[in-house]
């Protein structure tokens, strides 16, 4: 799941904090959804900032830069239905391309019914595979006590 930074809580909360110059900074909606996720639907949920993970530490401003024109563009992909594709940094520019090219320049393929993915599935992990929204629960049994507006969601995110 991906939040963005200036999402705002289901009262209409903003999420920010002001740093040593007073200057409003965003930063928490990820925190609020893990919340309402573990309250929600008791299964763990933990919040990473892609940021972080690209460098090791706080973004950069071309971090900041590539992930915003990353946001854009894959926006703009899901506004005009062109699925299928990723989004990738290349030649100072954003550009596209097919999951079926990703994939098949891949060197590492899992075998579906290997170790680690059995392994995931044991846990509960989903795993993208295509679901009924029935079949939502298996995932995890906690599930079976949620309103069916918020099937129709994990459905709806499933298929975006």
Request: proline share 4%; hydrophobic share 40%; aromatic share 6%.
């Amino acid at each position: 799941m991906v939040v963005a930074e200036g999402a705002k809580t289901a009262d209409g909360e903003s999420r920010y904090y002001k740093d040593a110059l007073g200057e409003v900074r965003l930063r928490g909606i990820g925190e609020y959804v893990a919340t309402e996720i573990e309250k929600n639907l008791g299964v763990e949920a933990r919040v990473t900032v892609l940021g972080h993970v690209q460098r090791g530490g706080a973004p950069s401003a071309l971090d900041r830069l590539i992930g915003t024109a990353f946001g854009k563009v894959a926006v703009d992909l899901i506004a005009q239905e062109k699925y299928g594709v990723m989004v990738a940094w290349h030649n100072n520019g954003v550009t596209t391309i097919p999951l079926d090219q990703v994939f098949a320049d891949s060197p590492l393929l899992i075998d579906p019914q290997g170790f680690w993915v059995e392994t995931a599935r044991s846990l509960g992990i989903y795993l993208g595979e295509e679901l009924e929204p029935e079949d939502i629960a298996l995932i995890n049994p906690n599930l079976n006590d949620l309103q069916p507006s918020l099937i129709e969601v994990i459905t709806q995110v499933d298929e975006v």
